[in-house]
């Protein structure tokens, strides 16, 4: 979506939050971010139970362990432009695209810098098309185990980093290995899939739809999302907040160290089509029965 026409063909301005995490107050939405060791509310105008702080905001300090409960969740809005995949920070007009795929350049898109792209999208060019994911998050001061998950994130970040070409990673329950998501990467793409109810019976599905996975079909049985490599920050942390929505939040998994993992090196193949002497097939890489990363076992 990239905002409905109004009667007259033209759409009505946006209104619609930038990402980030917010919780409800009241009946309203407001932003919820992490300050020091606590948290911070901060919303648009004067609130009850908000204070003006000395830039004109109003404010609610929350320190872990506040009995305070709240709805919260987290925005994140996905773009496309002619086949191009992008973060969109707010989907208020004109659209800032940032990407890495050089195919960009064919659509309009200036590079600033080495693998990077960039362009201005009006909200109303029909090409351009957002999908608004709503994740739905614990109260953090209230769950002790939100830090830890906030830790796992970034070390989920770096093993996507460190993941090269047929290397394949599992990460699952210690308890029930059937809850598991699985990351592997060829052809400079990364492939990420995760289960769905007819393997894990009590799979909260709705949730993996939310946090943008996409849905199992006939070719491919379970729920997936695809990340083209090299990738921006913000796509990585996209894709390790899909896998915890699905580990945590889908598949019921309480903190990180439930988790275990292996990884492996598949052998490499030699390509459809080609036939190579003996002597250069001896050369390809048998590939490894175990691949390390220590960040995941912490």
């Given at each position: 979506m990239a905002g409905d026409k109004d009667s007259s063909g033209n759409r009505p301005p946006s209104t619609a939050l930038s990402a980030g995490t917010y919780a409800l107050y009241d009946g309203v939405k407001v932003r919820l971010d992490r300050r020091g060791q606590g948290w911070v509310l901060r919303a648009d105008g004067r609130t009850p139970g908000f204070t003006r702080n000395e830039h004109g905001q109003y404010v609610r300090l929350i320190a872990v362990g506040d009995p305070l409960e709240l709805e919260c969740f987290r925005l994140k809005y996905h773009g496309t432009y002619r086949g191009l995949a992008f973060e969109v920070q707010s989907p208020e007009g004109p659209v800032m695209a940032w990407t890495r795929d050089s195919r960009s350049l064919a659509e309009g898109f200036t590079q600033v810098d080495r693998g990077e792209y960039i362009k201005t999208i009006p909200l109303d060019d029909p090409d351009l098309e957002i999908t608004t994911v709503r994740t739905p998050v614990p109260t953090p001061w209230v769950d002790p185990e939100m830090p830890a998950w906030n830790d796992y994130r970034g070390r989920l970040v770096e093993a996507f980093r460190a993941t090269h070409d047929r290397v394949v990673v599992i990460i699952s329950s210690a308890a029930d290995p059937k809850r598991y998501v699985q990351f592997a990467c060829q052809s400079g793409v990364l492939d990420a899939e995760a289960p769905g109810a007819d393997v894990v019976a009590d799979a909260k599905e709705q949730i993996m739809?939310?946090?943008?996975?996409?849905?199992?079909?006939?070719?491919?049985?379970?729920?997936?999302?695809?990340?083209?490599?090299?990738?921006?920050?913000?796509?990585?942390?996209?894709?390790?907040?899909?896998?915890?929505?699905?580990?945590?939040?889908?598949?019921?998994?309480?903190?990180?160290?439930?988790?275990?993992?292996?990884?492996?090196?598949?052998?490499?193949?030699?390509?459809?089509?080609?036939?190579?002497?003996?002597?250069?097939?001896?050369?390809?890489?048998?590939?490894?029965?175990?691949?390390?990363?220590?960040?995941?076992?912490?």
């Open positions: 739809a939310d946090a943008g996975w996409s849905a199992p079909g006939a070719a491919q049985p379970n729920w997936t999302s695809s990340l083209e490599l090299p990738a921006l920050t913000t796509e990585y942390k996209a894709l390790a907040d899909r896998c915890i929505a699905a580990l945590r939040h889908s598949y019921g998994i309480a903190r990180p160290s439930d988790l275990v993992y292996r990884a492996w090196r598949e052998p490499e193949q030699m390509p459809a089509g080609v036939t190579w002497s003996a002597e250069r097939v001896k050369q390809l890489d048998q590939g490894s029965k175990a691949v390390e990363f220590p960040r995941l076992s912490r």
